[in-house]
T-cell receptor, first 115, second 113 residues
Framework: SQTIHQWPATLVQPVGSPLSLECTVE??????LYWYRQAAGRGLQLLFYSVGIGQISSEVPQNLSASRPQDRQFILSSKKLLLSDSGFYLC??????????????FGEGSRLTVL | KNQVEQSPQSLIILEGKNCTLQ??????????LRWYKQDTGRGPVSLTIMTFSENTKSNRRYTATLDADTKQSSLHITASQLSDSASYICVVSARGSQGNLIFGKGTKLSVKP
């Protein structure tokens, strides 16, 4: 069966510190991988997606970056966090080709608070 | 502009009662529509998917409808349970858009005993 793991679950970081959120998928090969951010009272915002190793597309210019060093590993990073980076970050994967017809499977989320 | 609007924003009902959540969209060309359930502090989980040719689909106590002409969908929950308390998110996919998914802001449902 396919599973998705995301960590850490919660994180409190000072402004200007670095960030690394990790996500791994098990049970499927060559998944499409996504990072979303969910702010209170707002819909999910797509940050990055990847269709293969080393292939990253950014949807929104921002203080964050993403990397895919292995087929089933997706990392969200920042060199210097801003207060506005606080939020709930969700990693997701899909098995279908990237035409948007595939179901998204979400991780459990990472709650980031920047102080 | 592709948009997904959900109503109501929040809803409180008593356990055992039914409720209906609404989703209106202006996504074109339409590919499919999904309803997700998101428990507080957790990742969303898919409840059902509706394609263009489908009008009604049921999953246990959840029944989704789709009217592709009026671009409206609803999610009906029957005999609500406390565990139904969650946010319900409507997500519409545009065909041929390289996987662009348009998310609604969700309806927060609270089921009270």
């Amino acid at each position: 069966s396919q599973t998705i793991h995301q960590w850490p679950a919660t994180l409190v970081q000072p402004v200007g510190s670095p960030l690394s959120l990790e996500c791994t998928v098990e049970g499927t090969s060559n998944p499409n991988l996504y990072w979303y951010r969910q702010a209170a009272g707002r819909g999910l915002q797509l940050l990055f997606y990847s269709v293969g190793i080393g292939q990253i597309s950014s949807e929104v210019p921002q203080n964050l970056s993403a990397s895919r060093p292995q087929d089933r590993q997706f990392i969200l990073s920042s060199k210097k966090l801003l207060l506005s980076d606080s939020g709930f970050y969700l990693c997701a994967y899909s098995r279908a080709p990237r035409e948007g017809t595939g179901e998204l499977f979400f991780g459990e989320g990472s709650r980031l608070t920047v102080l | 502009k592709n948009q997904v609007e959900q109503s109501p924003q929040s809803l409180i009902i008593l356990e055992g009662k039914n409720c209906t959540l609404q989703c209106n969209y202006t996504v074109s060309p339409f590919s499919n529509l999904r309803w997700y359930k998101q428990d507080t502090g957790r990742g969303p989980v898919s409840l059902t998917i509706m394609t263009f040719s489908e009008n009604t689909k049921s999953n246990r106590r959840y029944t989704a409808t789709l009217d592709a002409d009026t671009k409206q969908s609803s999610l009906h929950i029957t005999a609500s349970q406390l565990s139904d308390s969650a946010s319900y998110i409507c997500v519409v996919s545009a065909r041929g858009s390289q996987g662009n998914l348009i998310f609604g802001k969700g309806t927060k449902l609270s089921v009270k005993p």
